[in-house]
C-alpha cells in the first residue's frame, strides 16, 4: 500500500510545488500592478485612447486579488468600465463631435444671395442658444441674404461663438423695413457673445443714402468751412437719386447693435456700407472690439463707425474706421473707455457726444483716446454739446494723435446744431480735465476751436506738445480760436494758443447737484 500510494502523493506533491510557484509569481507581479494602476488610474481618464491597453497589463493584480483559492484561469477578466468621470472637468470631447457647432446650412440656408435665409438664421439660433460655449457658423464662399433680426437671450446660455467666415447682406425691399427700423442685426441680453472670423456684414446702404438724405442731420463743423471759390461745396453732395427714392422708409437701421449685454467680442470682422452707424453698443458691460474694420464712402450721411451709448469698461484697439460721420462715437452713460492704435479717415474723426440734447443730462467719464492715425476727416479729436443740457464731461485723455489734412484737429464744441438755427440756452453740459497732448500733423482749415458754454466756461483744459502746421487747400484758414476756455500751455505749441486763458474763471456758476452725474 505504501509503495502504491507513493507516486501519487509525489505528483500531489508537486503540483502543490507549482501552485505555490505560481502563487508567488502573481502576487509579485500584482503588487507592482496595483503601484502603477494607481498612477494610471489618476490620469486615465486624460488617456481615454490607452485605456483597453493598459486594462490588459493589469488584469493579473486585479485576478489574484479576488482569487484566494488558486483558481485564476477560471476568474473572469475584469471590467474595462471606465471610472467614473472628475465633476469638477469637462468630459474630453469625442472625436468627430459636433453637438456644440450649428451650421446655418444645415438649418435650410441657401447662401446664393438671392432666397431668403432669415429663417434659417433664426433656427440656427434656437439651436444654438441653448448650448454653452456653441458656436453659430457662416461658413466662407457663401452670401447670405438676411432680413432685421433678432438673437436675442436672456435665456441664452454663455459664452457663444458666432463664427462669421461669410458674407451677410441687407434686403433692399422696401417692403421687408416695413415703415422702418432702429437695427437690422441685434444682439440682446447675451453674456460672453463673440462675433469673430473673416466674413462681411454689407448694409447695402447706398439705397437708404439716396432716399432722404435732405432729411439727414448736418454736422455743424461744416459751417467753419469757408471755401476758397464757389467751386467747392460748403456740404457734402447729395448722392445720385434712384428709382427707390420715396420707397425706402426714412428711418435707418444700424447694421449691427448690442443691447443690455455683458462681455462682448467682435474681432475680425468687416462691416461695410451701413445705413446708418455700423457697430453700436447701448446698455452694455465689459466691450472687446479689435482687428475690426469698417468701409463706407465719405459722402454716406450719418454712418458713424463705432459708437457708443450708456457702456462701461469699454477697450477698442487696432481697428481701422472708413465711414461718413464719427469713427467712433462716445454718447452719454459712458465711462472707463480706453481707445488705441485706430486708423480714422475718411470721417468725422473721434467725437465725445452730441451730448445733452433736448434738455437731456449727460454723464461721461474716464475717457482716453490714443495712438491714432487721422486722415483727411472733418474734425480730429472733438467734444460736442448742445445748448441747454446738463451733466458733466470730465477725465479725458486725447494723447499722440496724428493727424493729416484734417480740417479741424482740435474741438470743442458747446453750441453744436444739427439743424439750420438753433435756440440760445443758459445751461450747458459742464466739461472739466480735458487734457491734449502730442497732437501733430496738418490741418486745412483751423488748428483748435474752443467754444465753450457763457454760463458754464470749460475748466482744466490742458495743451502738451501740439505741434499742427497748416495746409492749404479748399478752404480759408484761420487761426486758434477759444472762447470762456480756463486751463494751462504745459508746453510751447505750434502754432501758439494765446486765446487759452491761463487758470480758473472768476465766477463759476454751480449747477444743482443733479448735474452731478455722481462723480
Not at 10 to 37: I, Y
Not at 42 to 53: C, D, F, T
Not at 346 to 372: E, M, Q, W
Not at 394 to 421: A, H, M, R, T
Request: net charge positive.
Amino acid at each position: 500500500m505504501y509503495v502504491k500510494m507513493k507516486g501519487p502523493s509525489f505528483r500531489g506533491l508537486t503540483f502543490m510545488l507549482a501552485v505555490a510557484f505560481l502563487v508567488w509569481s502573481f502576487s509579485s507581479e500584482g503588487c507592482h500592478g496595483r503601484a502603477t494602476g494607481k498612477h494610471w488610474r489618476q490620469n486615465r481618464e486624460a488617456l481615454p485612447a490607452l485605456s483597453s491597453k493598459k486594462g490588459k497589463t493589469h488584469n493579473h493584480g486585479g485576478a489574484h486579488k479576488g482569487n484566494h483559492h488558486g483558481g485564476a484561469s477560471k476568474t473572469k477578466p475584469p471590467s474595462r468600465k471606465m471610472p467614473k468621470p472628475d465633476v469638477s472637468r469637462s468630459p474630453p470631447p469625442q472625436k468627430g463631435s459636433r453637438s456644440s457647432m450649428f451650421n446655418v446650412l444645415d438649418f435650410g440656408a441657401r447662401g446664393d444671395g438671392k432666397t431668403d435665409d432669415t429663417k434659417a438664421f433664426q433656427d440656427t439660433w434656437t439651436a444654438t442658444c441653448k448650448v454653452t460655449a456653441s458656436t453659430f457658423i457662416v461658413p466662407s464662399k457663401y452670401v447670405f441674404l438676411v432680413g432685421p433680426i433678432s438673437f436675442s437671450g436672456p435665456y441664452c446660455q454663455p459664452n457663444i461663438v458666432f463664427q462669421l467666415d461669410g458674407k451677410i447682406i441687407a434686403p433692399t425691399d422696401f417692403k421687408v423695413w416695413g415703415r422702418g427700423l432702429f437695427q437690422w442685426l441685434q444682439f440682446t441680453k447675451l453674456m460672453g457673445l463673440t462675433i469673430q472670423g473673416n466674413g462681411i456684414i454689407d448694409g447695402r446702404g447706398s439705397v437708404w443714402w439716396q432716399v432722404s438724405s435732405f432729411d439727414d442731420t448736418i454736422d455743424h463743423e461744416f459751417k467753419l468751412l469757408i471755401p476758397l471759390n464757389s467751386s467747392v461745396q460748403e456740404k457734402p453732395p447729395a448722392p445720385a437719386r434712384s428709382e427707390l427714392v420715396g420707397k425706402m422708409p426714412r428711418i435707418k437701421p444700424t447694421a449691427l447693435r448690442f443691447y443690455g449685454s455683458f462681455n462682448v467680442t467682435v474681432t475680425g470682422i468687416t462691416i461695410q456700407n451701413s445705413p446708418q452707424c455700423h457697430l453700436k453698443f447701448d446698455n452694455c458691460i465689459g466691450v472687446l472690439v479689435h482687428d475690426f474694420s469698417v468701409s463706407s464712402p465719405s459722402d454716406s450721411p450719418n454712418t458713424d463707425g463705432i459708437h457708443l451709448q450708456n457702456s462701461k469698461d469699454v477697450l477698442i484697439h487696432n481697428t481701422t474706421l472708413s465711414c461718413g460721420d464719427d469713427c467712433i462715437s462716445i454718447q452719454t452713460g459712458c465711462s472707463n473707455v480706453y481707445v488705441h492704435n485706430i486708423n480714422c479717415g475718411p470721417g468725422h474723426g473721434i467725437s465725445i457726444g452730441s451730448l445733452g440734447k433736448d434738455n437731456t443730462k449727460a454723464c461721461v467719464s474716464n475717457i482716453t483716446v490714443r495712438d491714432v492715425i487721422m486722415h483727411n476727416t472733418m474734425n480730429g479729436v472733438r467734444i460736442k454739446t448742445w445748448q441747454g443740457g446738463l451733466g458733466v464731461v470730465q477725465g479725458v485723455l486725447f494723447s499722440n494723435i496724428q493727424v493729416s489734412e484734417v480740417k479741424i484737429p482740435i474741438v470743442i464744441d458747446q453750441f453744436y446744431c444739427d439743424k439750420e438755427k438753433c435756440s440760445n440756452q443758459t445751461s450747458a453740459v459742464a466739461l472739466s480735465g480735458i487734457n491734449y497732448e502730442r497732437i501733430r500733423g496738418t490741418y486745412t482749415v483751423k488748428p483748435v476751436h474752443f467754444a465753450c458754454s457763457d454760463n458754464l466756461p470749460c475748466t482744466d483744459i490742458s495743451l502738451t506738445a501740439i505741434d499742427l502746421k497748416p495746409l492749404q487747400e479748399l478752404y480759408h484758414l484761420y487761426g486758434a480760436f477759444c472762447w470762456q476756455t480756463f486751463g494751462e500751455l504745459r508746453t510751447p505749441t505750434v502754432p501758439p494758443i494765446d486765446c487759452l486763458q491761463i487758470g480758473k474763471p472768476s465766477t463759476n456758476k454751480i449747477q444743482n447737484d443733479f448735474d452731478s452725474c455722481g462723480v
